[in-house]
């Protein structure tokens, strides 16, 4: 306990409480320093007073194609890596998120395993795909992977775990909620990947193969193909860490965008955001926005790790919840976080680049996943999800009383309208949806209402 020392006896409490549950001396680590940035004066904190706009920054437009060589030279040395940690609960699912299905027989997972099968094809690379999984989602995702047997790499696993640790209380002793125990715990953020990384041994098993980079992603954002124009830039200026950017729309007003401080650049996610700032929203102000599409180079982790277990250093991010999500009268507790892209601000040479809004097509809620249901994209047999909209998708809003939970989404809309030739939908009350409708141009319907099969609207 001597290193813990100089931490208040709450805190040495959660770290006592995290080392009885195994962890790992890197988790520890990671663990420690957030709790000792807790403590800092505004803590998770990012003031819009401290920060300045980012200036143009790399495009992926600008990229040459590499000739054929060298793009199978990178990929055959890139690992595909997918956040599937989540549950979906936020849409009333029970199960992993990725196997929600976004076209006829066809969920998140099965998408991505076309997307790697296809530009293995194309390249004649290795480009193993990875899952970074919760105890929720590992079994059922890894289940449906055995329907692509050549997916499966000989050496390298499907799979690692993320992390967790304890929630805390505003004291920041280790909360405790004997009613159920496993509630205790969660994920520390998506920023845990460099970590669990190590921690698992994927890192060292990667590495022992040959493979330097890693393309991370969100299972949820299905324009995240592995792009060789990018690896061969990675390869080609030795650049550690790359973060891929949208320029920002009014719908990215709640997203994380890039930023100076003190000449370096940063990730601010709202989380971070003080009370009474109103600086993060201003997408005019700050041009660049996170898509959570994140290249990173394996050895540099590794060079990282070995001079500190709890590397990259991240920014903490606060989230402030109770112990049960589904009670709010549970006890309040704080949540210790960090972002993986928040790595920019602390990797010497990281970069950011400009990407296409091809490349950048989450499904966050209903709303977004009756556009991908519909005809504004179709899936080809490469996994990719061609647009058949002229300029920009269209813009759904849906009710959430009647919409937000997928059992009423289904039971309204059981048969995804024509949204190809549709500007914006704006659904307001109950309505319920028949097959072969077409949505045209701007449309806003008032429920309660059936829109009758074959309806042109």
């Known amino acids: 306990m001597s290193s813990d020392a100089h931490l208040s006896d709450h805190f040495a409490e959660t770290l006592s409480k995290m080392r009885s549950a195994g962890a790992h001396a890197m ?60 549950l979906g609960t936020s849409m009333g699912l029970t199960g992993p998120k990725s196997l929600l299905e976004i076209k006829p027989g066809k969920s998140f997972l099965d998408v991505i395993a076309m997307q790697v099968l296809s530009t293995r094809e194309k390249y004649g690379a290795r480009l193993p795909l990875i899952l970074m999984n919760s105890a929720g989602t ?178 903490l991010i606060v989230n402030r919840k109770t112990v049960d999500p589904a009670d709010s009268s549970s006890t309040p507790v704080i949540q210790l976080e960090t972002a993986m892209g928040a790595a920019i601000g602390s990797v010497e040479g990281a970069r950011a680049i400009e990407i296409p809004r091809t490349r950048f097509a989450p499904v966050k809620t209903t709303d977004d996943l009756l556009v991908v249901r519909s005809d504004a994209y179709v899936l080809d047999d490469g996994g990719e999800m061609i647009p058949e909209f002229t300029t920009t998708p269209p813009v759904v809003s849906l009710s959430k009383e009647f919409y937000k939970l997928l059992p009423d989404f289904d039971a309204r809309i059981p048969s995804a309208p024509s949204l190809k030739e549709c500007t914006s939908l704006a659904v307001d009350g109950d309505v319920t949806f028949g097959s072969n409708v077409v949505v045209r141009g701007d449309v806003k319907i008032t429920g309660p209402k059936t829109v009758p099969d074959g309806e042109v609207l």
Not at 31 to 60: C, K, T, V, W, Y
Not at 232 to 240: G, H, S, T
Request: proline residues 8%; hydrophobic residues 40%; negative net charge.
């Open 138 to 315: 590992r079994e059922p995702s890894l289940e449906l992977l055995k329907k692509y047997p050549d997916l499966a790499d000989d050496v390298i696993p499907a799979d690692f775990l993320q992390g967790r640790e304890p929630k805390i209380t505003a004291d920041g002793r280790p909360a405790e909620w004997p009613a159920n125990p496993e509630l205790e715990w969660c994920p520390p953020g998506h920023g845990d990947i460099y970590v669990a990384l190590a921690v698992s041994g994927m890192l060292e098993t990667l590495l022992a193969e040959g493979i330097r980079w890693c393309f991370v992603s969100n299972a949820d954002n299905l324009g995240a193909l592995p792009d060789a124009r990018i690896a061969a830039w990675l390869a080609r200026e030795n650049i550690p860490f790359a973060m891929e950017t949208v320029l920002g729309t009014a719908a990215d007003r709640k997203g994380g965008h890039l930023a100076r401080r003190a000449g370096r650049i940063v990730l601010r996610e709202s989380a971070q955001v003080p009370d009474g700032d109103d600086s993060f929203g201003d997408v005019a102000k700050w041009r660049f926005f996170n898509t959570n599409n994140i290249w990173f180079d394996l050895e540099r982790l590794k060079a990282l790790q070995d001079a500190d277990p709890a590397a990259p250093l991240l920014p």
């Open 27 to 86: 988790e520890l680590a990671a663990l420690r320093r957030r709790l000792e940035q807790l403590s800092e004066p505004g803590a998770g904190e990012l003031p819009g007073n401290e920060l300045e706009p980012l200036d143009d920054i790399s495009r992926l437009v600008d990229l040459p194609e590499p000739d054929a060589a060298e793009a199978r030279r990178v990929l055959d040395r890139t690992a595909v890596l997918k956040l599937n940690g989540g």
